[in-house]
Nanobody, 125 residues
C-alpha cells in the first residue's frame, strides 16, 4: 500500500522559511516523478515543483522559482521542499504527489497516481 505523508507546514510570517517533507512508503520515490502542488482556498491545485525520476532533474513554477528548492533523500525515501522568502500568497495546503508521466505532463495534477493528505502553510503579512 502506497502512502505519502507530508509534514513541516505551519504558521509563519512573510519573509520566513519553511522546509516541507514528504515521506514515502510502498514505493521507491526515486523511481517516480515526485512533485509538490499547493491549493489555496477556492482555487485549483497548483504546480509548485517536481523532481524527475530519471536523473533527478528539477522543474519549478515561475511564481516560485528562486525561492524554493526541491530535493530528495533516497536513503530515507523522502522528498523535501525548502521554501524561502515566503509571501502571503504562498498560503495554502501543500501536497506531494507521485507519478510516472512524460516531461510535458509533470505540471498536470491529474497525471499523478498517488497523493499525500497535505500540510497547511499559512503566511501572515
Amino acid at each position: 500500500q502506497v502512502q505519502l505523508v507530508e509534514s513541516g507546514g505551519g504558521l509563519v510570517q512573510a519573509g520566513d522559511s519553511l522546509r516541507l517533507s514528504c515521506v514515502a512508503s510502498g514505493l521507491t520515490l526515486r523511481n517516480y516523478n515526485m512533485a509538490w502542488f499547493r491549493q489555496a482556498p477556492g482555487k485549483e491545485r497548483e504546480f509548485v515543483a517536481v523532481i524527475r525520476r530519471s536523473g533527478g532533474a528539477t522543474i519549478y513554477a515561475d511564481s516560485m522559482k528562486g525561492r524554493v528548492t526541491i530535493s530528495r533523500e533516497s536513503a530515507k525515501n523522502t522528498m523535501y521542499l525548502q521554501m524561502n522568502s515566503l509571501k502571503s500568497e504562498d498560503t495554502g495546503v501543500y501536497y506531494c504527489g507521485a507519478g510516472s508521466q512524460v516531461l510535458s505532463a509533470v505540471r498536470d495534477s491529474g497525471m499523478y497516481y498517488y497523493w499525500g493528505q497535505g500540510t497547511q502553510v499559512t503566511v501572515s503579512s
